[in-house]
């Protein structure tokens, strides 16, 4: 339980914010002026102010000075302007936050750290999971969402295109979820098993069939009866293997190895693979024939850089996800938001969440400010950079500007720095970020 | 709109997000009438106040439209 103070001179916002916040579990005490605040503080001591930027005596940040440092009180400066955000942003250091008017409960119990279990569960909770599975409310996703309640009507095999880490696997159980079917939902990698083992993997086997045969086990298409069979890596499935599953496909038949009966199978196929189409038709990896089985439906997943809005709302889940398994309080400083949302992220959401992970284990279990190691690096990014670095058809301007901004990720913001490497003077370079609209937030 | 104009904009949508603070919170108290957290007789008084907050929200909007119109002789005075 907290000792709140709540600064506040709108008298029924006041009034229902402590029914609320008692209702939290914290005790509350008010003040309508920045003279009752201060008098307050003179007799109590509290874990948290809630404070009113404009007061009728003065700005609520005069109450600053009235705060011993070595009670170590947290402060919420509340405001109606959206526009004093930016100011107050600036000044919050670890113990001071901000909310902007009109607030809500949530709000309040994500500043009130207090109760912090059921309010970690319910922000979670908050957060909506498409199909169960999916977060996010992009445009990118929007669609997804469309194409993935479009198909979940039929019986069509689909097959999932996308980089390394956007999440094929979740979607594939979005659409199993999605679905209302009977059976259950079977995931399997194609890329994980042997030439020897995939045939057993997917068709299963008879006893003796093979040295370590030694009892009868049903494959992955015997499993997803009436399911959902998930196929992932795809691409990486041997090629003398591929007529077998094609006629699986084909004849909706499978034949255990060392068996004779062949068994009727009735599953969607979701398969997944994180080549381009261009790709696989290049490279041959995987059966004109076997492509157009799976690919009745092809759905391509959006990078997380293509829906860069959603990025907040994904680091909220994952953190609210490792606070309900630890125990933990920690939550995002709006800054470390929005430095998170400035990168790129070649490893998607995957190379998201692990970041996150790691994020939480450097920082102090006991408070809840989140430590960002200083750079966000993966040896994907820089795969990256030279693969989208020089195309033909960029302008110069483009192109120098691309490289502006790489600059000044890399060295952390620092222009001094940025201006070496980049072998221009600061005074360019400033006159560059003008140019693109960025000193505002940068550095102004 | 000059720098004085777009003050009194500013504190004019500053009084009509007021009441708007005011019924948000209220409909939170209604949530946790229904949740079974509070009596349900706050819910019944918390819906008259987001009302007369949202006539206060309405009342607000129509004064800056007054302030603001061509017509309005006092569009250049102070509002309060």
Redesign the interface.
């Known amino acids: 339980m907290l000792t709140v103070l709540l600064v506040d001179d709108?008298a029924?916002?006041t009034d229902?914010?402590c029914?609320?916040i008692e209702?939290l579990g914290h005790e509350v005490l008010t003040a309508s002026t920045l003279a009752e605040a201060r008098e307050w503080l003179s007799k109590e001591s509290f874990d948290h102010i809630l404070l009113d930027f404009?007061l009728p005596d003065g700005s609520g940040l005069h109450l600053m000075e009235s705060l011993q440092p070595e009670q170590n009180t947290r402060v919420t400066l509340i405001t109606?302007?959206p526009?004093v955000k930016g100011i107050i942003k600036d000044m919050c250091g670890p113990n001071i936050d901000y909310l902007v008017?009109?607030?809500?409960?949530e709000d309040l119990e994500s500043v009130l750290q207090g109760k912090k279990q059921p309010a970690s569960k319910r922000s979670t909770s908050a957060i909506t999971r498409h199909f169960g599975q999916l977060i996010g409310e992009s445009a990118p996703m929007q669609e997804l969402y469309k194409l993935i309640g479009r198909v979940s009507k039929t019986k069509a095999n689909v097959m999932l295109l996308g980089e390394s880490g956007v999440g094929k696997e979740v979607v594939a159980a979005a659409i199993h979820e999605a679905s209302d079917c009977e059976g259950t939902y079977v995931a399997t990698n194609c890329g994980a098993f042997s030439k020897e083992l995939i045939g057993s993997e997917l068709f299963g086997h008879e006893k003796g069939a093979f040295t370590g045969a030694v009892g009868r086990k049903e494959g992955v298409f015997e499993q997803a009866e009436n399911g959902t069979l998930f196929l992932d890596e795809i691409t990486e499935m041997p090629i003398d293997m591929q007529p077998n599953l094609l006629r699986v496909l084909e004849n909706k038949v499978v034949i255990r190895v060392g068996g004779t009966k062949a068994m009727p199978v009735n599953c969607r196929v979701v398969s997944a693979t994180n080549r381009s189409m261009e790709e696989i038709a290049e490279s041959k990896v995987l059966r004109e024939d076997i492509y157009f089985r799976l690919a009745v439906f092809p759905i391509t997943i959006p990078p997380l850089r293509e829906r860069k809005e959603d990025i907040p709302l994904l680091a909220e889940y994952f953190i609210n996800q490792l606070n309900e398994e630890n125990g933990s309080q920690f939550r995002w400083q709006s800054v470390q938001l929005e430095k998170l949302q400035a990168y790129d992220w070649p490893g998607n959401v995957r190379e998201l969440r692990h970041f996150v992970h790691r994020a939480a284990i450097m920082s102090d279990p006991e408070g809840s400010d989140i430590e960002l190691p200083k750079t966000i690096e993966s040896p994907f990014a820089k795969k990256q950079t030279l693969s989208t670095g020089l195309k033909a058809g960029r302008t110069i301007e483009e192109v120098e500007k691309e490289l502006i901004y790489a600059t000044l990720e890399k060295v952390d913001g620092n222009k001094t720095t940025a201006a070496e490497m980049l072998g221009i003077s600061t005074k360019t370079l400033y006159n560059r970020l003008h140019a693109y609209g960025d000193l505002n937030s940068d550095s102004e | 709109m000059d720098e004085g104009e777009f003050a009194r904009l500013q504190k004019a949508v500053h009084d009509a997000r007021r009441p708007l603070n005011r019924i948000t919170m209220q409909s939170e108290l209604i949530k946790l009438a229904l949740e079974g957290a509070v009596p349900k007789d706050k819910a019944l008084t918390a819906l008259d106040k987001i009302i007369a907050g949202s006539k206060d929200c309405s009342d607000s909007l129509s004064d800056l439209v007054a302030q603001f119109s061509p017509n309005s002789n006092d569009a250049g005075s102070p509002t309060e």
């Not at chain 1, 008017?101 to 409960?105: C, G, L, V």
């Open positions: 709108d029924e916002f229902v914010a029914t609320i209702f404009m109606g302007h526009s008017k009109p607030i809500q409960r």
